[in-house]
């Protein structure tokens, strides 16, 4: 299916398309992929206006410093 979107942010549109085209994909390939991600998560409730308004997901014992743990992996110690 062909269709437009507007309003892409001209540089996230250049970074997405570079790296499609190193993974041998096309950008509709990538945007697909995404779109289907997207879907995959959860609804947001009913009346909820923006992601402050979603509520932090539990993802069981051992997880307590999850974050920290990724930002060391992402910003070194």
């Known amino acids: 299916m062909d269709k437009t979107i507007r309003?892409?942010?001209?540089?996230a549109y250049?970074?997405?398309?570079?790296?499609a085209a190193a993974q041998g994909k096309s950008v509709g390939e990538v945007?697909?992929?995404a779109i289907k991600v997207y879907l995959a998560r959860p609804a947001p409730?009913?009346?909820a206006a923006s992601l402050a308004d979603l509520?932090?997901?539990d993802f069981g014992p051992g997880t307590e410093s999850?974050?920290?743990d990724?930002?060391?992996?992402?910003?070194g110690s």
């Open 31 to 33: 945007v697909s992929e």
């Open 14 to 19: 250049r970074a997405l398309k570079t790296r």
């Open 70 to 75: 990724i930002d060391t992996v992402v910003y």
């Open 45 to 47: 409730r009913a009346g």
């Open 66 to 68: 999850l974050s920290a």
């Open 7 to 11: 309003n892409i942010d001209a540089r």
């Open 55 to 57: 509520t932090p997901e």
